[in-house]
T-cell receptor, first 116, second 115 residues
Framework: KAGVTQTPRYLIKTRGQQVTLSCSPI?????VSWYQQTPGQGLQFLFE???????NKGNFPGRFSGRQFSNSRSEMNVSTLELGDSALYLC???????????????FGEGSRLTVL | AQSVTQPDIHITVSEGASLELRCNYS??????LFWYVQSPGQGLQLLLK??????LVQGIKGFEAEFKRSQSSFNLRKPSVHWSDAAEYFC?????????????FGSGTRLSIRP
């Protein structure tokens, strides 16, 4: 079974630009969550989607948005990029939003965003 | 407040030596506890988890962890480390049927292996 796939793996943008990151969950997983990972802040929850609906949102400004498609693939968008948005963005999938029996999140390798 | 503390930011051990990574948590409900590992350039992979029952849990790659409720700890151990164990390790806590948004991750411990 293929794992969680994130594209692109690396990208460089300049301040003020916008970026879209993509995440394809494991087949059969309908819940997708996004995290921002930085050396200073660790892993911070961005948002969670299930059945094309955003179920939870972390404490990030409105410049950060996302969506989920009917095939469970998800995208996140960051508009008006700032230097502080440089980070590794991780996507995780699970079978259902309540992480039922396993509690396990399956992570992709991440998209490394550098803002210049 | 709910939190996870990994007191050690960086640990270096010699190959073949034993390892213990510390994790302390503060959680109001019965905790579900996890250890994830992140190898360089990779995402996080689940090493092991504790839900209930035997407080000593075995995971992949020869790791184990012990849940100690009285100490609010869930320390990760390995009897003999290999160079391939060099990575960052994250402890996390959640509740039964909690969503991803409710899982709290520690700040991580970076493990280096001395040849």
């Amino acid at each position: 079974k293929a794992g969680v796939t994130q594209t692109p793996r690396y990208l460089i943008k300049t301040r003020g630009q916008q970026v879209t990151l993509s995440c394809s969950p494991i087949s059969g997983h309908r819940s997708v969550s996004w995290y921002q990972q930085t050396p200073g802040q660790g892993l911070q929850f961005l948002f969670e989607y299930f059945s094309e609906t955003q179920r939870n949102k972390g404490n990030f400004p409105g410049r950060f948005s996302g969506r989920q498609f009917s095939n469970s693939r998800s995208e996140m968008n960051v508009s008006t990029l700032e230097l502080g948005d440089s980070a590794l963005y991780l996507c995780a999938s699970s079978q259902d939003p309540q992480l039922a029996n396993t509690g396990e999140l399956f992570f992709g390798e991440g998209s490394r965003l550098t803002v210049l | 407040a709910q939190s996870v503390t990994q007191p050690d930011i960086h640990i270096t051990v010699s190959e073949g030596a034993s390892l213990e990574l510390r994790c302390n948590y503060s959680y109001g409900a019965t905790p579900y506890l996890f250890w994830y590992v992140q190898s360089p350039g990779q995402g996080l992979q689940l090493l092991l988890k504790y839900f209930s029952g035997d407080t000593l849990v075995q995971g992949i790659k020869g790791f184990e962890a012990e849940f100690k409720r009285s100490q609010s700890s869930f320390n990760l151990r390995k009897p003999s480390v290999h160079w391939s164990d060099a990575a960052e390790y994250f402890c996390a806590v959640g509740a039964q049927y909690s969503s991803a948004s409710k899982i709290i991750f520690g700040s991580g411990t970076r493990l280096s292996i001395r040849p």
